[in-house]
């Protein structure tokens, strides 16, 4: 069985963090439905969403990914880089106790889920603004045990790791070059230059859940790839993308 585990929308999200974005209006109404499509549509592809508690007074709380890193034998509880976000992270660690050993990144660390790729046995983190080094040491110590690798890798001009490259399939993955530089040993596969913030897609058995708002991206990849379309305009006005809606947890 695959849970999703995703969180209902904060009233606040129009409070979100913004870091490379500028703030747009939010259409509150559509943000949600978008949301409740999105989990619709992980269920179309076989997850069963289990909701988060309810966090009503953190504006990002939607953003699940952020606040774990779940591995095949443990889960890691985060230590976000944004202070706004630091409560979420209790509700996760109680959603995910019934599954997995937790770890937790602890002070003066900070490491947000959105900076960790999982490919295989290695894990790779980005530095950014949410995560510092501190970060990446805590989660090299918390899954050295369970025989994973971590590894730190540098980019700029986006949130997370995971807005710059993403898992598209077994020893694939797609970027933004200017973003990022490819990862040896993987196929690379680039977003359409028109669309920079094409980067993240979501790997879900063999299918991936990816925004409608980048169609040149989804057709490209739509050649090689089943690819399911998921409306997000609001969501991405948030700084967000199909990743972070969601934690994945086979069981
Ligand atoms: N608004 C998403 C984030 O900054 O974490």
């Known amino acids: 069985m695959v849970i999703a585990l995703t969180r209902a929308l904060s009233p606040r999200i129009v409070e979100c963090e913004l870091t490379y974005l500028d703030r747009t209006p939010i259409d509150f109404a559509r943000a949600a439905e978008q949301h409740d499509a999105y989990e619709r549509l992980l269920e179309a592809h076989g997850c069963m969403i289990r909701r988060v508690d309810d966090a009503d007074?953190?504006?990002?709380?939607?953003?699940?990914?952020?606040?774990?890193?779940?591995?095949?034998?443990?889960?890691?509880?985060?230590?976000?880089?944004?202070?706004?976000?630091?409560?979420?992270?209790?509700?996760?660690?109680?959603?995910?106790?019934?599954?997995?050993?937790?770890?937790?990144?602890?002070?003066?660390?900070?490491?947000?889920?959105?900076?960790?790729?999982?490919?295989?046995?290695?894990?790779?983190?980005?530095?950014?603004?949410?995560?510092?080094?501190?970060?990446?040491?805590?989660?090299?110590?918390?899954?050295?045990?369970?025989?994973?690798?971590?590894?730190?890798?540098?980019?700029?001009?986006?949130?997370?790791?995971?807005?710059?490259?993403?898992?598209?399939?077994?020893?694939?993955?797609?970027?933004?070059?200017?973003?990022?530089?490819?990862?040896?040993?993987?196929?690379?596969?680039?977003?359409?230059?028109?669309?920079?913030?094409?980067?993240?897609a979501l790997l879900l058995g063999g299918a991936l859940i990816f925004p409608a708002e980048h169609p040149r991206t989804r057709e490209l990849l739509a050649h090689r790839f089943t690819v399911s379309a998921s409306e997000m305009s609001e969501l991405l006005k948030a700084e967000a993308g199909v990743t972070c809606c969601s934690v994945i947890v086979e069981v």
């Open 57 to 200: 007074d953190s504006p990002d709380g939607v953003f699940v990914e952020d606040a774990a890193v779940v591995l095949d034998g443990l889960a890691v509880i985060t230590r976000p880089g944004a202070t706004s976000r630091r409560g979420e992270t209790e509700s996760m660690a109680r959603a995910l106790a019934p599954h997995r050993p937790l770890q937790h990144i602890v002070a003066p660390a900070t490491l947000d889920g959105g900076d960790v790729l999982v490919a295989g046995d290695t894990l790779f983190v980005g530095r950014s603004r949410r995560t510092n080094d501190e970060g990446i040491v805590q989660l090299r110590d918390a899954v050295a045990a369970y025989g994973y690798k971590v590894v730190a890798v540098d980019f700029s001009g986006c949130l997370h790791l995971k807005s710059a490259v993403t898992r598209i399939g077994e020893g694939m993955l797609l970027f933004n070059p200017g973003y990022v530089e490819p990862f040896a040993g993987f196929e690379m596969v680039a977003v359409d230059p028109e669309e920079p913030d094409a980067a993240n």
